[in-house]
């Protein structure tokens, strides 16, 4: 049986070193997009064998922010699996017992060589101008000088034989076939002296006892593949499909996307590396997912903005580009905006709620929901919300400062004039509704002498107190007329309280 008509089984194995980067969330959103086109299983393991980076708290944001962008995984921490345990420092046994064998078998040795034996080499290499690396001075001590070394209790690692000479030639789903020259490559460390193993031994060995079809990771392993590769070859056992998937690279194309150095936009802002930013921005996971599919893979058609349901039916590999591909953030507040309005009202409103709540404002759930129809079309993220619309939730209402009042080419004459006159047409209106709001202001606005623009614009800051909000008569309406006209007063009064003091 080969892998390509195995049972489709895929994995993402992130580090708990801290957040997760949004290329990792590409990563393990290309594997669950893959495994869920072909009906198979994606695995969740999580691979801390290096403990001087390890962040107790990062399986937890690991775990968060997959879930907040709809990647479940079959397998894995708390789902639980045949396969298991998925974390990797509860598995010791397995990579001891394997790094063993490659030994037993002539495939691995035992190096004794000190931090400081290692450091002399590589500045002899250095100053000979050679390439760094390991001399594979233990490479052939004889099992009789292994074993007086342990005897006298000197510690060792493992490190794996790779071919002297020759060529290891890897294939790849996105990038077809490479050959290595076996001359370059170096004897990695596959077993460290504390027992833990490297990445190197630990992902090739889950890989095999998980039954993995398909290793899809960042194109940053590719220099490591012929190691691996070898290793492979060494236990004889089935590989799995390989694709590196590309790099996404800083906005400006130059660079790849790194917390370390953050890139910023064309306006020097800078743009987030890192998964729960974005959660934290007010993101749809729906346009995340949509944004980072579409960050190396083509959906066709031309078309950019698309459902999961949609990019499961169509993923596959033939569509992954090896280029590596600039991170287009403008297109992700497009997409996101996109998907805000292909949202339901009451979805909209749900997820608008804890958002609003997060800004200290008290909500009312019934008020929200005649809200979120005005704001749909008009907010990028979920966060915008609260510039925008915020004031419909504030338990006391500031009224606006009289420099706030007047609009363009308006005094402060023609701005007490205003909100006079529309406080007592509005006060005449049996029916406050939207139209009649409309037609009655539209008519002030011409007896005025002043465009729609100016009158309408000085009601707008009277009753919400800000120059930007939702569409005028709309808020007027779920304000409700009391309110309104108490909030138009308000400002005049404040306007006549300025007046009175410059007197």
């Known amino acids: 049986m080969t892998a390509t008509n195995r049972a489709v089984r895929t994995r993402f ?46 399986l937890e944001t690991l775990v968060e922010a997959l879930r907040w962008a709809g990647l479940q995984w079959d397998e894995g921490p708390e789902a639980g699996g045949a396969y298991g345990p998925y974390v990797q420092s509860e598995r010791l046994e397995h990579y001891q017992q394997r790094a063993q064998w490659l030994v037993d078998n002539g495939k691995a040795y035992k190096c004794f060589c000190t931090p400081e034996r290692l450091r002399k080499v590589n500045e002899e290499k250095e100053a000979r101008k050679e ?45 077809g076939e490479t050959a290595f020259d076996n001359t370059t490559q170096q004897d990695a460390v596959i077993l460290k002296s504390d027992g833990f193993p490297t990445y190197h031994l630990a992902h090739v060995v889950d890989d095999y006892l998980m039954e993995i079809s398909h290793v899809m990771r960042a194109v940053e392993w590719f220099p490591s593949f012929p190691l691996h590769w070898q290793i492979w070859e060494a236990f004889g056992w089935e590989k799995p ?54 960050i190396g893979w083509n959906f066709g058609e031309d078309r950019e903005f698309f459902s999961m349901a949609e990019a499961i039916e169509r993923f596959d590999l ?36 804890p958002v609003l709540e997060a800004a200290g404002l008290e909500v009312n759930v019934e008020v929200l929901l005649k809200v979120t129809p005005q704001v749909q079309s008009r907010i990028k993220t979920l966060n915008d919300v609260v510039p925008l619309a915020g004031f419909f939730f504030k338990e006391t209402f500031t009224p606006p400062t009289p420099e706030q009042l007047p609009q363009k080419k308006m005094d402060v004459a023609q701005t007490r004039l ?15 509704s939207l139209e009649n709001q409309h037609s009655t202001m539209e008519s002030l606005a011409g007896e005025l002498g002043l465009s729609n623009g100016q009158l309408f614009g000085v009601l707008r800051v009277a009753v919400t107190g800000q120059q930007i909000s939702t569409p005028l008569f709309e808020t007027m309406d779920i304000l409700g007329q009391a309110v309104s006209l108490e909030r138009i007063k308000l400002a005049l009064e404040s306007l006549t309280n300025e007046a009175q003091k410059a007197l």
């Open 418 to 432: 205003v909100l006079e006159k529309a406080h007592e047409r509005l006060s005449e209106l049996n029916d406050f």
């Open 13 to 58: 194995a992130p580090s708990p070193t801290g957040s997760l980067h949004i290329g990792g969330l590409r990563t393990a959103l290309f594997n669950w997009l893959y495994a869920r086109h072909y009906n198979g299983q994606f695995i969740l393991r999580i691979e801390d064998t290096d403990q001087k980076r390890f962040d107790p708290t990062a």
């Open 241 to 294: 499909v390989f694709a590196h998937l590309p790099v996404m690279l800083n906005p400006n194309g130059k660079g790849k996307m790194s917390k370390r150095n953050p890139p910023k936009d064309k306006f020097g802002n800078i743009i987030p590396v890192m998964v729960h930013d974005y959660m934290r921005g007010g993101y749809l996971p729906e346009a995340m997912g949509n944004f980072l599919a579409n």
């Open 131 to 175: 390439p760094s690396g390991y001399d594979r001075h233990c490479r052939t001590l004889t099992s009789e000088q292994v074993a007086e070394k342990e005897a006298n209790g000197e510690t060792y690692v493992i490190r794996f034989k790779m071919p002297l000479d020759g060529e290891t030639v890897v294939r790849d789903a996105i990038r």
């Open 318 to 353: 033939d569509r992954v580009n090896p280029a590596n591909s600039a991170f287009p953030t403008e297109k992700l507040e497009w997409l996101n905006g996109e998907h805000i309005r292909h949202l339901a009202t009451e979805e909209l409103a749900r997820r608008l709620k």
